[in-house]
């Protein structure tokens, strides 16, 4: 009786997840698949390594320091320039983000419950006028350089730079870093922070060897979190760079707009690839470090 | 030290803060400007109640939103019973996979995946117009679901296995057991699950971006084709309204989430006094 109605029910909650699986299947992996048959493919969908090749060969034109015309390899410049405010972004959010993770996780329970709500209502902003917001503070007649003229220093050029364009990325996706980094360290218990200090550990030496560690995980996830939209943002750079610096998301956004599905595709297989392959590192090196840690 | 950190945590929520200040001030200036202030007016508020295709984006945003957040909480919550009761490892961790794929993808590329799909297959049957509401609803509820799933599913796992077995064995269906005893335990994780579909729907531009046809406009794209010319202060209006909306839900939910959980243990409390 017990085993009947046992099978019966794992014959039912097996087909609960059915509509589930046939979903992520159709409108998951097939879509996937679906990016790597248009990047290998041209227009009348025969086979073709070109657009891939493209990526890594197409030049275009540009005007050296010294005023001479030369030529550089367009997509692997964008990919350096994405790869690189990506990861100044991430930089910055984490060195702003983790300690503001911390001081908020000691805080009385109450202070803890209205800072991380705080923290979540810009979230639920729509991010596009937020950035926008950004424009009119940091343009060159905005309200930064206003109170900068009140106070008697000169005006500064920001919009249109590198720096608008990681000031916005640290804008809209510093939560990203704090929540996970801040539910880790909630987590933590404070007697083993009492537990180091009582056995002689310096003020140092509990950070470097008990809060570090112990944080990790939550490292990783904000730093996941804050490095993947922002190599792969458009609107940011499109409004903040006022479209001088051209992104991965930008140049995929282009390509589709130009109506070019299959070079878009190429630029986000690649893309993906990429990612695959830095998480799959990343993974493995936290392990390692969080055992090595462990270990000792 | 204990300063230095008070000064830091106020300076990030200045950061934090600062333009969201800017919108709620300049959606009452005067002036078409949304850099110099030069007095206190309505006039923003007015023009946007007075702008039907904003207003009609606004509606249209709420209906995908209610309709992805619907559909993906029930296909969501029963995919999480059938994943917890999976006995197949392999099977289970395949999907566990599947599942992350969305939240792990760039929203890029989530897009752009699903427009080629939709497109293919557009060109397949012979739509002319293969990107409309069903296509753009598909592609929030695809994203909408792994959040549902991740919410449910460790609701279930602490919740004890033998209370809807010993429903059944009082004679209850497998039906009325997942009704009566599962659904109510699961229920906090259903809702945050649902309220996290929903805010996502209605916040998401990229995936929208690319999934959209011309017929169907959400919220978010029009914000994204009006801020390709100047913005005028009527958007920071609305923008102001939303941030109030989201303020005055959070209250609520911050109140109505602390009464529950004083419910929940002056039950635990009755409980043990009882035992």
Redesign the interface.
Known sequence: MIKDTARRRSFVTGLVSAPYELWAVLFILVPLAFVAYYAFTDNDFRFTTDNITRFFTATSPVVNADGTLGQTHTYLLITWRSLKLAVISTVVCLLLGYPLAYFISRSSPRAQKTMMTLIMIPMWMNFLIRTYAWMTILWDKGILNHALGRLGLGPVHIIGTETAVVIGMVYDYLPYMILPVYSVMAKMDPKLLEAARDLGCAPTGVLRRVILPLSLPGVVNGVTMVLIPSISTFYISQKLGKGLFFLLGDAIEGQYTANNLHFAAAIAFILMVALLAAMAVMRRLTNKYTYGESAA | MKTA?KI??GL??L??????V??LV?SFNEAKS??VFSGFSLRWYRELFRDTETLKTVRNTLVLAVCAAGVSTV??T??????D???SKYLRSA?DT??N??M???????G??????F??AGRLFGFANSLSFSTLL??H??FC?PYV?LQVLPKLRQMDASLPEAA??LGCT??RAFWKVELPELLPGVVTGMIMAF?LSL?D?VISY?TTGTGFQT??IR??NM?KKT?TPK??A??TI??FV??TL?LIS?LTGRSDSQALNSAKREKKTKN
């Open positions: 950190s830091f945590t990030m929520f950061f934090l803060f600062a333009p969201i800017i919108l300049f949304t850099s296909m969501g029963a995919a999480a019973v059938g994943i009761r999976m006995r999907l599947v599942t794929i969305p792990i993808n760039p929203d890029i590329i989530t752009i995946s699903m427009m080629l799909m497109v293919f598909i592609a509820i695809t679901l799933i059944m064995d497998p039906w805010t916040d531009f690319f919220l978010p914000i994204y801020t913005v958007m920071y609305l923008a939303i941030f989201i303020l959070l911050n």
